[in-house]
């Protein structure tokens, strides 16, 4: 059985709920990319256009009837994008019902076939919406060769996150004593939502162990962990849950084992490799939220389409600490929040460019063009403290919290700034540079499963 999350940024949800409510049933087609992990697929919609007045047969509050000349245009423009169109219609009133009645099966039956062909793809899926006020109701039937399935939940990725079920879900959530003391503080409802979450984090050093403890320990239930190192001796004074004994382990293994040994129900991928190798970005995709813990700036890269191309929320982490000759000069960290429509790290300055394309080099030829100076040279150790990584995870994983919970300012800011030495924060907003692949008028955010993937050039393995 096939089972969809359909991903929408916030200005799309916005636009649905409000159509949602005319009082008349309304039709249109959503264009979305997709994004395929195993039986789970997700649903990115990129593109909402409504059916014009006169391509209605018939309209009422509880049917409707259209002519293919209304949807025809849409469907090659789906083609042409590579997008794949959903069918949406809504169901008026805040009692009305988002549930396929039989004639919306009839109305499937009818649709799949010109949907399939002239888009040229090999899923049919069709969305019922129904008014509420918070939003809407939803619920969706997903049709393939052989294959039949539904679209069990929604996330909205925006400057808030949201996440529903769908309307005929069944809730199977019970909460249980132990968060009985952060239920007080922001509710039932963003408890449901943590134990859905699947959480991505690169990284499973100092600032990534401290992310993964916190997380688990809120209630999130399934988790990817990404890093390609094993723990020395150096790494044991930051990161969570290791001892010298577990010196030589892979970081990944180690966390793991410490994780589940505070939550046993938690599920964990490990990856132990870097996301700058194809295989293992792709295992990316199917996470709700990804949060970057790695210093390394081609990591970064790949992270940062991830979020674009995927619409994925991608919280991203840094910590720098300044000294010379056991002098400490400076301590700064940053968060920076990556959300569909706002500046990449690309764009924001985040991302050394050089020393990513260094960091993709084979050992020996980056050694040489560093030596004739065509290349930075890297593997330098930077100073790292466990006080100052733990800040630094908090404040993201509190960003994850406001974003739930929405206690913040309206305008959410894209970064949070923290000159620890100078007990000072603040916060900026950035727009996407023209054109680039994170703004809205390149085209590309919600493309999902692109060729060549990510639109990048990968190594060969």
């Not at 952060?182 to 162990?209: I, M, W």
């Not at 150790?381 to 994983?397: K, L, R």
Request: with cysteine; aromatic share 6%; net charge negative.
């Amino acid at each position: 059985m096939i089972r969809a999350t359909l991903v929408l940024p916030r200005w799309l949800a916005d636009e649905l709920a409000a159509v949602a409510r005319a009082p008349l049933e309304t039709g249109g087609v959503l264009l979305a990319g997709v994004a395929r992990d195993g039986d789970e697929i997700r649903l990115l919609g990129r593109e909402l256009e409504w059916l014009p007045d006169d391509a209605y047969d018939e309209r009422h509050d509880d049917a409707l009837t259209v002519s293919s000349t209304g949807y025809v245009s849409m469907l090659a423009r789906a083609e042409a994008a590579g997008a794949l169109p959903i069918w949406v219609h809504t169901h008026p009133g805040e009692d009305g019902v988002p549930r396929h009645s039989r004639r919306d099966h009839r109305v499937d039956e009818l649709l799949r076939e010109p949907f399939a062909i002239r888009a040229g793809v090999d899923l049919y899926v069709s969305l019922v919406v129904s008014p509420r006020v918070d939003g809407f109701a939803f619920a969706g039937r997903v049709l393939g060769d052989d294959l039949e399935g539904r679209v069990e939940r929604l996330m909205i990725s925006g400057d808030r996150f949201a996440f529903h079920a769908a309307f005929d879900a069944p809730s199977e959530f019970s909460l249980p004593a132990e968060f009985d003391r952060q239920v007080r503080a922001f509710g039932g409802d963003v408890q449901e939502v943590l134990s859905t979450l699947n959480v991505a984090v690169v990284g499973s050093g100092g600032t990534g162990s401290s992310v993964c403890e916190q997380l688990v320990r809120l209630g999130v239930r399934r988790l990817v962990l990404v890093d390609p190192d094993t723990l020395s001796a150096s790494n044991v004074t930051r990161v969570y849950g290791s001892t010298p004994a577990d010196v030589g382990r892979p970081k990944v293994e180690i966390l793991r084992d410490h994780l589940q040994a505070i939550a046993p129900d938690v599920v964990i991928d490990t990856i132990e490799g870097k996301v700058t190798e194809e295989p293992l970005a792709r295992r990316l995709v199917g996470s709700d939220v990804i949060f970057g813990c790695t210093d390394d700036n081609a990591g970064r890269l790949v992270l940062s389409r991830v979020a674009a191309y995927y619409l994925k929320p991608l919280i991203d982490c840094g910590v720098l600490i300044s000294s010379t000759d056991g002098f400490l000069e400076g301590i700064d960290g940053r968060v920076t929040v990556v959300t569909p429509g706002r500046a990449c790290l690309v764009c924001r300055g985040r991302i050394d460019m050089a020393r990513a394309q260094a960091e993709q080099l084979d050992p020996t030829e980056r050694a040489a063009r560093a030596a004739e100076g065509y290349a930075p040279e890297l593997g330098a150790v930077e100073p790292a403290v466990v006080s100052y990584t733990t800040a630094v995870a908090s404040a993201a994983v509190s960003e994850l919290l406001e974003r739930l919970i929405g206690y913040g300012p309206d305008i959410e800011p894209g970064e949070i700034l923290l000159r620890m030495h100078d007990r000072e924060i603040s916060t900026n907003v950035v727009e996407p540079n023209p054109r680039h692949y994170c703004s809205l008028d390149a085209g590309l955010l919600g493309v999902g499963d692109a060729t060549p993937f990510l639109g990048m050039t990968w190594p060969s393995s």
